[in-house]
C-alpha cells in the first residue's frame, strides 16, 4: 500500500507563496500520475494540478501561478504556490493514479490518497 503524506501548508497572505510536499512510501513510480487537488467548505473536490511521465497539466484557475513537480529520487511531489488568492484556501490533498501510464485527469482513477494539509489565504 503506498502512502501519501502532505506537508507545507498554512496561512498566507494574499499575494504570497507556500510549496507543498508530497511525500510517498516506499515509492511511487514514475509512470504512475501523481496530482494534487482541493476541497473547500462546501465545494468538491477539484483537481489542480497532474504531474505524469513526460507532462504537467494544471486548472486553468491556478495556471501561471502554481508548478508542480516530482523528484523521483526522493520519492516526493511538490506544489509551489505563488500570487495566492483567497480563492485558492482549501484542504489540498495529493494523490497516485490507480495505474502507470494512466489518464492524469481522471480524478475518479486516482486510488492513493493524502490526509490533506490546509491552506488558508488571507485578503
Known amino acids: 500500500q503506498v502512502q501519501l503524506v502532505e506537508s507545507g501548508g498554512g496561512s498566507v497572505q494574499a499575494g504570497g507563496s507556500l510549496k507543498l510536499a508530497c511525500a510517498a512510501s516506499?515509492?511511487?513510480?514514475?509512470?504512475?500520475?501523481m496530482g494534487w487537488f482541493r476541497q473547500a467548505p462546501g465545494k468538491e473536490r477539484e483537481g489542480v494540478a497532474y504531474i505524469g511521465a513526460f507532462a504537467t497539466d494544471y486548472a486553468d484557475s491556478v495556471k501561471g501561478r502554481f508548478t508542480i513537480s516530482r523528484d523521483n529520487n526522493k520519492n516526493t511531489m511538490y506544489l509551489q504556490m505563488n500570487s495566492l488568492k483567497p480563492e485558492d484556501a482549501a484542504m489540498y490533498y495529493c494523490a497516485a493514479h490507480r495505474a502507470v501510464w494512466g489518464a492524469c485527469r481522471r480524478v475518479d482513477e486516482y486510488e492513493y490518497w493524502g490526509q490533506g494539509t490546509q491552506v488558508t489565504v488571507s485578503s
Open positions: 516506499p515509492y511511487v513510480e514514475s509512470s504512475r500520475c
